[in-house]
C-alpha cells in the first residue's frame, strides 16, 4: 500500500498512567497496514513512566508527535488532539486498548466505496479471564442519519464512543468537548452525528477494549453515586440536544433506566444533600411529559410509579430489597 496515494488519517490517543498498557496500544497503531497516519499521543500529566515510554516511541516511528499537559481531564486532550490533527479524517484510540492491524484499512476502504462520512466497526470488551465481542456478525450496514440517530438511542450498531470509528475530520469543525465533565463521549455524540448523511457499520470487531481499573474510563467503582450522576446528567444534555434538533422522536431508554437505577441505588444510602439533590435531579426528568415517549407499556407504569407514588415506590423497593437479601442469606 503506497502512503502518499492514501489520505492522512490523524489519531488522536489520550495518555494517563498508562505505562504498562501504552506501548501495547501504539504499537498495533505503528503496525497498521494502512500507513499514512500521523500518531498523536497525549500524555494528561501522567505521574507514572508513560510520558518517557512515548518519547521512546516516538525515536522510532517519525509519524509518532508527543505533546504534554497538566492533568485537565479527557475532555481538554481531545479539545487539544483535534487543534492538533492535521489529517482529512481522525480516529481515537484509549491509551490501555490496542486494535487490529487493518482496521483502519478495512474502516478506509468502506468509507471511500460507500462515499460515508462515518464507518464504524464492532469491538472485543477484553475482560480479564474472557473476551466478548460486542456486535459482530457478516453484514454491512448502512445508515441514513435518521436510522443512525435510531441506532443511537436504541444503543445498537452506532454507540456513542468515539474509539470504534473513522469520522471524515469536517464532522468536528465547532465542536468543543466539555472539560472537567464525565461522559464527555456521550454530550458530543449527537453533535457529529448530526453532522453525518451516511454511516456505515462493519460487524467484523477491530477494536479490543480493555476493561481494567485506573483507565480514564473505568477508574471509578461502580458504586459511586458521583460517577453515576455524571452519566445522568451526560444522558439528559444529549437528550435534549436531540429533541431540540428533532434528531429522535422516541424518548431515550438509556436515559429512563439510568435514572431508575441510580434511584434504586440511592433509596438503599444514608440521606445526605448531596444524595437528596441526585433523587430531585432524576425524578424531574423522569416527570417529564414525553420521557417515556414511544418506549411502551412498561416505562409508561414505571413512570407513573416513581413520578405519582414515590413514597410507596420506596418502600415498595426497600421492602423487596430485605426480603431478597433474607432468602439469599
Known amino acids: 500500500m503506497m502512503k502518499n496515494f492514501l489520505p492522512l488519517i490523524s489519531v488522536i490517543v489520550p495518555v494517563y498512567n498508562a505505562q504498562d498498557y501504552v506501548e501495547r496500544c501504539v504499537r498495533s497503531l505503528m503496525k497498521q497496514t494502512y500507513q499514512n497516519l500521523e500518531i498523536i499521543l497525549i500524555d494528561d500529566g501522567s505521574t507514572d513512566d508513560s510520558l518517557d515510554i ?3 516511541l516516538k525515536m522510532e516511528d517519525d509519524r509518532i508527535r508527543v505533546f504534554s499537559q497538566p492533568n485537565r481531564g479527557i475532555g481538554a486532550v481531545r479539545n487539544l488532539g483535534l487543534s492538533l490533527a492535521q489529517g482529512a479524517y481522525l480516529a481515537f484510540v484509549d491509551s490501555d486498548d490496542w486494535i487490529d492491524s487493518d482496521m483502519y484499512e478495512s474502516l478506509w476502504k468502506l468509507m471511500a466505496e460507500r462515499q460515508a462520512d462515518i464507518v464504524c466497526c464492532a469491538h472485543c470488551r477484553e475482560e480479564e479471564k474472557r473476551t466478548v465481542v460486542v456486535g459482530g456478525g457478516a453484514d454491512i450496514l448502512e445508515f441514513s442519519r435518521k436510522d443512525a440517530f435510531e441506532a443511537l438511542r436504541q444503543e445498537q450498531f452506532i454507540l456513542n464512543f468515539l474509539w470504534d470509528k473513522l469520522f471524515r475530520r469536517e464532522l468536528f469543525d465547532g465542536i468543543t468537548f466539555p472539560e472537567k465533565r464525565k461522559f464527555e463521549d456521550l454530550i458530543v455524540s449527537p453533535q457529529w452525528l448530526s453532522k453525518a448523511d451516511k ?77 437528596q439533590q441526585m433523587q430531585a435531579y432524576c425524578l424531574s426528568v423522569i416527570q417529564e411529559k414525553d420521557s ?30 430485605k426480603f431478597t437479601c433474607r432468602n439469599v442469606g
Open 292 to 321: 417515556v415517549k414511544g418506549l411502551g407499556i412498561s416505562y409508561r407504569f414505571k413512570q407513573w410509579l416513581l413520578a405519582d407514588c414515590w413514597v410507596i415506590y420506596t418502600h415498595l423497593y426497600r421492602w423487596g430489597k
Open 199 to 275: 454511516v456505515v457499520y462493519l460487524s467484523q470487531p477491530k477494536y479490543h477494549y480493555s476493561v481494567r481499573s485506573g483507565s480514564l474510563t473505568n477508574g471509578i467503582k461502580s458504586t459511586d453515586m458521583d460517577w453515576r450522576y455524571e452519566m445522568v446528567k451526560a444522558l439528559a444534555e444529549q437528550n435534549r440536544f436531540c429533541k431540540e434538533h428533532h434528531l429522535w422522536e422516541k424518548a431515550s431508554g438509556k436515559l429512563f433506566r439510568t435514572c431508575v437505577h441510580l434511584l434504586n441505588r440511592l433509596l438503599l444510602l444514608p440521606v445526605t444533600p448531596a444524595y
Open 54 to 56: 512515548c518519547g521512546k
